[in-house]
């Protein structure tokens, strides 16, 4: 169990800061009742995925282990 990294990586954690300012952005909209922001707000979240992915890809991301021994 030692090897379970539970998202503790550059990737994972850049993902989590962007999606979190996305969902502050998108709920300090509602309260303003201004829909643009609210939708700034959800493009960031979306945005989130696609970092998090990209640097996942780029090998900030976990580790996958190989199989062949």
């Known amino acids: 169990m030692s090897a379970a990294a539970h998202g503790h990586t550059p990737a ?3 993902g989590v ?8 952005v998108a709920g300090m ?3 303003a009742a201004t ?3 609210f939708w ?5 979240t979306l945005i989130a ?3 998090g992915k990209a640097m996942q890809m780029a ?3 976990k580790q996958t282990v190989s199989s062949a021994h």
């Open 29 to 31: 909209a509602v309260v």
């Open 35 to 37: 829909p643009w922001l």
């Open 49 to 51: 995925g696609v970092v």
């Open 17 to 24: 800061i962007i999606a979190f300012i996305g969902f502050i």
């Open 59 to 61: 090998g900030l991301g």
């Open 12 to 14: 994972a954690w850049t």
């Open 40 to 44: 700034v707000g959800v493009g960031l």
